[in-house]
């Protein structure tokens, strides 16, 4: 069959072929989600600003969490000392345990940096705060130079920065003046971005998370606001969310990840193109190839050496040491018939009799492997010297 009409599946294969490569090399579309998630490059992702984060000050100080709250607390996440919790999100929104959980924290001196353009729930009632959407930035007679972002006229290092476009100009419309410091607002001097004292903490809320995105960031003169934002942040730890987002991916099988990413798709068609010609041209019977079956080998020798090798290369010290102390605490409970539990000295005595070596020196070779046991890592030199005593004993005992 195949043979009488391979001119019909030739052109078939070839247009195949010419779809793939082109969906493969076609240009990629802009993607203009506000995702917000740290692995982002796309202009309203937040690698930029994390990669800054991570080879900045705030190394070995940033921490992702990818649980909610509630789970974060019931493992500790939030009980080594001060941190501060960044949110990052167009829209963000707390039930009310993980409300608490969040306000007890900051209660104890704790931060909480919250980034959206919306923040709905009780959090947002408990801060007495509301926000509005400057609707005048979008009309075609107000097609100014830049969405622009001034520091409070309080403060004495008043700068100006601007955003040609990607922000959405939301500002805040009532606050509590009396617990609330207005740290920088927009043109029409309404506040976008301030700090509300509860407790010992400090809660930080933006109105605009767009200045904190890759657009924004990258090749960017207004990128110092973004990390001026986050450099009240002065806490010990910084724990960066990754729960809370819009657009966290939820995948329910191999197949779904697989279709979401393009190398992905095109590694699994040319796959599936390739085992159909397989199949195609592998239609003639052939015959079975007779296996050539080996003689059984003593490999245990072999085996011996890859484990220690794999030990060693390992640099657990610690791991070879415990198995060579149990292999010679063994060999002495079947030698001289003892109880190696406790090391007390009817032990010492009675091996140092049986075995003909001085008391002195079953002393201190106990003492040594008690040494060995009680810590946490030990060092190559000392695994060196376990063994030479080791051998030392199995040389000079005469039973």
């Known amino acids: 069959?195949?043979?009488?009409?391979?001119?019909?599946?030739?052109?078939?294969?070839?247009?195949?072929?010419?779809?793939?490569?082109?969906?493969?090399?076609?240009?990629?579309?802009?993607?203009?989600?506000?995702?917000?998630?740290?692995k982002d490059k796309i202009p309203?992702?937040?690698?930029?600003l994390y990669d800054v984060l991570e080879q900045s000050a705030f190394k070995d100080r940033i921490t992702t969490n990818k649980k909610n709250i509630y789970q974060a607390n019931e493992e500790d996440l939030f009980k080594e000392g001060g941190f501060s919790y960044i949110f990052i999100n167009d829209n963000l929104g707390f039930d009310?345990?993980?409300?608490?959980?969040?306000?007890?924290?900051?209660?104890k001196g704790n931060k909480l940096f919250l980034a959206c353009n919306n923040l709905s729930g009780l959090?947002?009632?408990?801060?007495?705060?509301?926000?509005?959407?400057?609707?005048?930035?979008?009309?075609?007679?107000n097609k100014g130079p830049a969405y622009e972002i001034y520091y409070h006229k309080t403060l004495k290092d008043e700068k100006k920065y601007e955003y040609h476009s990607g922000i959405t100009p939301i500002y805040f419309t009532s606050i509590d003046?009396?617990?609330?410091?207005?740290?920088?607002?927009?043109?029409?001097?309404?506040?976008?971005?301030?700090?509300?004292?509860?407790?010992?903490?400090?809660?930080?809320?933006?109105?605009?998370?767009?200045?904190?995105?890759?657009y924004s960031i990258a090749n960017k003169p207004s990128k110092e606001f973004a990390y001026t934002c986050l450099s009240y942040l002065t806490t010990p730890k910084i724990i960066w969310d990754e729960y809370y987002k819009t657009h966290v991916?939820?995948?329910?099988?191999?197949?779904?990840?697989?279709?979401?990413?393009?190398?992905?798709?095109?590694?699994?068609?040319?796959t599936i193109l390739g085992t159909l010609l397989f199949m195609v041209f592998n239609l003639r019977r052939?015959?079975?190839?007779?296996?050539?079956?080996?003689?059984?080998?003593?490999?245990?020798?072999?085996?011996?050496?890859?484990?220690?090798?794999?030990?060693?290369?390992?640099?657990?010290?610690?791991?070879?040491?415990?198995?060579?102390?149990n292999s010679f605490l063994e060999t002495i409970r079947a030698r001289f018939q003892v109880n190696t539990r406790l090391f007390d000295d009817a032990l010492f005595t009675r091996v140092s009799k049986l075995s003909g070596i001085t008391l002195d020196e079953i002393k201190e070779l106990f003492n040594?492997?008690?040494?060995?046991?009680?810590?946490?890592?030990?060092?190559?030199?000392?695994?060196?010297?376990?063994?030479?005593?080791?051998?030392?004993?199995?040389?000079?005992?005469?039973?």
């Open 96 to 107: 009310e345990i993980e409300t608490k959980v969040l306000l007890e924290h900051v209660e």
């Open 286 to 325: 052939k015959q079975r190839a007779i296996p050539i079956v080996a003689p059984l080998t003593n490999s245990s020798i072999e085996f011996v050496e890859v484990i220690g090798n794999v030990y060693f290369n390992s640099k657990n010290h610690k791991i070879i040491a415990e198995e060579k102390i």
């Open 368 to 399: 040594f492997i008690d040494q060995i046991q009680f810590s946490k890592s030990i060092t190559e030199q000392t695994l060196i010297d376990l063994n030479t005593r080791l051998e030392k004993f199995h040389e000079q005992n005469i039973r």
């Open 1 to 38: 069959m195949l043979k009488k009409n391979w001119k019909y599946f030739i052109p078939l294969l070839l247009v195949f072929v010419g779809i793939v490569y082109l969906q493969v090399s076609a240009p990629k579309p802009i993607n203009w989600s506000k995702t917000f998630l740290k």
């Open 249 to 270: 991916t939820k995948v329910d099988s191999e197949l779904q990840f697989i279709f979401k990413n393009d190398s992905l798709y095109a590694a699994y068609s040319l």
């Open 177 to 214: 003046t009396n617990a609330t410091r207005i740290i920088a607002s927009n043109a029409n001097n309404d506040p976008v971005f301030i700090c509300t004292k509860l407790g010992k903490g400090e809660i930080y809320l933006l109105s605009t998370p767009e200045v904190l995105t890759n």
């Open 44 to 48: 309203f992702g937040s690698k930029a």
């Open 123 to 141: 959090l947002k009632d408990t801060l007495n705060i509301e926000t509005n959407l400057d609707f005048s930035y979008f009309l075609p007679e």
